[in-house]
């Protein structure tokens, strides 16, 4: 069956402006998470959904960064007036809640210039 | 907080050869899952292996397996027969096992497997 899928793949964008990034997760999977890595490091957790709510948005790091999840499947992670440091791969995954393998998405690798 | 601690930024190993990648953690839970992730030029992560933290017994995926020394806090991947495709970047992850599900990743190492 299809895996996660991301879109875009890449975006650059301009120092300001406002992005979405977008998540397509397994059919069924009522777990989802983004995840953000920055160049040579490991992912970090950003924010977990569990059906339409977002059960831990503890690792959004400011009030820029928001994401929706409205029907319990796609999920759209939005940041408002970008900034350089924000550029970075963002990863999501999902998961069934009875299985704790978590499936990753290709990710989108963000430009902020 | 939980930490997770990958010392070696780089490894190579000559094609059918062992290789054996180290990862420490930190935490004060008793019940959690451990993970090792590869993640190729792609960017696709993708599970390798995991390693619930109540069983003794070491996991075991074909060419990988781990050495799991839940006293030290110690988790490292040893795989054998290396090939070309084991390429990559390889991450060590934590995870509860309670309600917060999310993963706590080491900094990588980059394993180059030499023709």
């Known amino acids: 069956g299809a895996g996660v899928s991301q879109t875009p793949s890449n975006k650059v964008t301009e120092k300001g402006k406002y992005v979405e990034l977008r998540c397509d997760p397994i059919s069924g999977h009522t777990a989802l998470y983004w995840y953000r890595q920055s160049l040579g490091q490991g992912p970090e957790f950003l924010i977990y959904f569990q059906g339409t709510g977002a059960a831990d948005d503890s690792g959004l790091p400011n009030d820029r960064f928001f994401a929706v999840r409205p029907e319990g499947s796609v999920s759209t992670l939005k940041i408002q007036r970008t900034e350089r440091g924000d550029s970075a791969v963002y990863l999501c995954?999902?998961?069934?809640?009875?299985?704790?393998?978590?499936?990753f998405g290709p990710g989108t690798r963000l430009t902020v210039l | 907080a939980q930490t997770v601690t990958q010392s070696q930024p780089e490894m190579s190993v000559q094609e059918a050869e062992t290789v054996t990648l180290s990862c420490t953690y930190d935490t004060s839970e008793n019940n959690y899952y451990l993970f090792w992730y590869k993640q190729p030029p792609s960017r696709q992560m993708i599970l390798v292996i995991r390693q619930e933290a109540y069983k003794q017994q070491n996991a075991t995926e074909n060419r990988f397996s781990v050495n799991f020394q839940k006293a030290a806090k110690s988790f490292s991947l040893k795989i054998s027969d290396s090939q070309l495709g084991d390429t990559a970047m390889y991450f060590c992850a934590f995870m509860h096992s309670g309600s917060a599900r999310q993963l706590t990743f080491g900094s990588g190492t980059q394993l180059t497997v030499l023709p």
């Open positions: 995954a999902s998961s069934d809640s009875s299985y704790n393998e978590q499936f």
